[in-house]
């Protein structure tokens, strides 16, 4: 099984400020990482496929990067709006599995 | 617009079953394989099942291996969950998810439901 490890669990930045959230898979997976946004009471969104690919209609601010084992999500200034808990997911083996959330709060 | 809406949670004791289903619209469903994806309460997500497009292809997590089914009704755009023998670490919110490929990795989650509340206690 592959356990992808993100870093930190909990997050609180000021608005317009850069946020960055890491996922470490314990085995190489390529790009088949994929990055989820949460918010409070609601069902996840994709945000980022396949490493860097962002979904259809997600901001620009947000933006993913890395391959093999290290992977980034970047929400470059963050709003009111992306106060959430964002998970990593990978989609190289089965069975799937999902990082443990990293909560992004203002400060 | 992609719609997926699920119903059939509700409170079973430990030991029952449960059927949750989930309604597809906006998308040629055999195209898409489709998931199950849960979420206990205050904690993070977790893959429960998948299954092709054709619905020839079935997966499952280890926890729930030889107590949940998944399944599909083409004629009715809709995929099932049957649960049984269920336990109280089976409660969660089950969310009907849509894969972003027909068949077979790597693929990701790109539409979800609003989800269904299970709850296993006495």
């Known amino acids: 099984e592959i356990v992808l490890t993100q870093s930190p669990d909990f997050q609180s930045v000021a608005l317009k400020e850069k946020v960055t959230i890491t996922c470490r898979a314990s085995?190489?997976?390529?790009?088949?990482l994929h990055w989820y946004q949460q918010k409070p009471d609601q069902s996840p969104k994709l945000l980022i496929k396949?490493?860097?690919q962002s979904f259809s209609g997600v901001p620009s601010r947000f933006s993913g990067s890395g391959s093999g084992t290290h992977f980034t999500l970047t929400i470059d200034g963050l709003e009111a709006e992306d106060v959430a808990t964002y998970f990593c997911q990978q989609s190289s083996s089965r069975p799937l599995t999902f990082g443990g959330g990293t909560k992004v709060d203002v400060k | 617009e992609v719609q997926l809406m699920e119903s059939g949670g509700g409170l079973v004791q430990p030991g029952e079953s449960l059927k949750l289903s989930c309604a597809a619209s906006?998308?040629?469903?055999?195209?898409?394989?489709m998931a199950w994806v849960r979420q206990a309460p205050g904690k993070g997500l977790e893959w429960v099942s998948d299954?092709?497009?054709?619905?020839?292809?079935?997966y499952y997590a280890d926890s729930v291996k030889g107590r949940f089914t998944i399944s599909s009704d083409r004629s009715k755009n809709t995929v099932y969950l049957q649960m049984r023998s269920l336990r109280g670490e089976d409660t969660a919110v089950y969310y009907c998810v849509r894969a972003s490929a027909v068949v077979g990795l790597p693929f990701s989650f790109d539409f979800w439901g609003q989800g269904t509340r299970v709850t296993v206690s006495s």
């Open positions: 906006g998308f040629k469903f055999n195209d898409f394989a």
């Open positions: 085995h190489s997976i390529g790009t088949s």
């Open positions: 396949y490493a860097s």
């Open positions: 299954i092709a497009g054709s619905g020839a292809s079935t």
